[in-house]
């Protein structure tokens, strides 16, 4: 599944590059600020962080597309609810603690405002290559294997220097244990790139 996501996102850059008046290639990186929603998680934002690279591809001066590979780390923390929601999942004093590690792949629409100004907005795909389940002693998967958003930001663009500030919310469940309880990412993405 990875190895194929990886292919069909290659494909994807190569061809839009192609058919693209102006293409630009960078490197990124900047903080995740992720909340998992429902009860067995705290209602906080907490601390990660996305390393990747970007490729702008402008069709017109006001139109374009970005597609990105991203390493993304999301970490959250179990809420104090979470014994009595998943019991048989939290033998062995558990940490409260869980880190999920995502290759991301966003393809977003670029709208430029003038020349420093651009909207971004689009879906993003997003595959589970590592996960700490602290909490989770009995080994048992709770998180799917898989994610999809919509993504939507704003970047600020200075010569090569990329400023950038988007919000991500997760459409689909990442619950892999059962369906009581709906599990949703939020993450909000600030960060700097440069154009190569």
């Known amino acids: ?12 850059l190569v061809t839009a590059t192609s058919y693209a008046q102006g293409a630009r290639l960078g490197i990124k990186g900047g903080a995740n600020l ?6 067995t998680f705290n209602e906080e934002f907490d601390l990660g962080y996305q390393l990747g ?26 809420s104090s609810g979470f014994n009595s929601i ?8 558990a940490s409260n603690d869980i880190q999920l590690n995502y290759l991301s792949i966003p393809i977003l629409l670029r709208y430029n405002i003038g020349k420093f100004l651009t909207l971004n907005l689009g879906p993003e795909f997003s595959v589970l290559v590592d996960h700490k389940e602290n909490v989770l002693a009995n080994g048992q998967n709770a998180f799917k294997k898989g994610d999809f958003s919509m993504v939507g930001g704003i970047g600020l663009n200075i010569s090569r220097l990329r400023v950038y500030g988007r919000y991500n919310v997760g459409l689909n469940n990442i619950n892999d244990i059962d369906d009581r309880e709906k599990w949703k990412n939020q993450q909000v993405q600030l960060g700097v790139g440069l154009r190569l």
Do not use: C, H
């Open 53 to 78: 690279l970007f490729s702008e591809l402008d069709f017109s001066k006001k139109f374009g597309i970005q597609p990105e590979v991203l390493y993304s780390q999301v970490n959250t923390k179990r």
């Open 1 to 12: 599944m990875k190895q194929l996501l990886l292919f069909a996102s290659a494909m994807f």
């Open 86 to 93: 998943y019991t048989n999942l939290t033998e062995g004093g």
């Open 34 to 39: 992720t909340k998992i929603s429902g009860k």
